[in-house]
Nanobody, 127 residues
């Protein structure tokens, strides 16, 4: 199983980035895919998740309206579109997969729910 995150970089405040997470070696039919982030010196925090089979999303309240999660079934890729970026969005962004049929949306924000993790991609937003 491999989750390959990409798309990070250095941008100025107000700009956008689109992160990608390509998944291989895992059947995603019933999966939940999540994005988390970890800023220097802080705990890993939930950003967004999506249920693969119906594309139903879940967002942390503080990022609703700026971040959008989506998936492409054809390429087994999950995306995180990040708009109006702020310096406080600076972090390493991780994608994660829970391959089980998990309809408990309250668990989607918990890192322990996910069995597989990507290596992370660094997003730096300058002011």
């Amino acid at each position: 199983v491999q989750l390959q995150a990409s798309g990070g970089g250095l941008v100025q405040a107000g700009e956008s980035l689109r992160l990608s997470c390509s998944v291989s070696g895992l059947s995603l039919g019933s999966a939940v895919m999540g994005w988390f982030r970890q800023a220097p010196g802080k705990e890993r925090e939930f950003v967004a998740a999506i249920q693969w089979y119906n594309a139903r999303p879940l967002y942390v309240d503080s990022l609703k309206g700026r971040f959008t999660i989506s998936r492409d079934r054809a390429t087994n890729t999950v995306f995180l579109q990040m708009n109006s970026l702020k310096p406080e969005d600076t972090a390493v962004y991780y994608c994660a997969a829970d391959p089980t049929y998990n309809v408990d949306r309250t668990s989607w924000s918990c890192p322990d729910t996910y069995n597989y993790w990507g290596q992370g991609t660094l997003v730096t937003v300058s002011s």
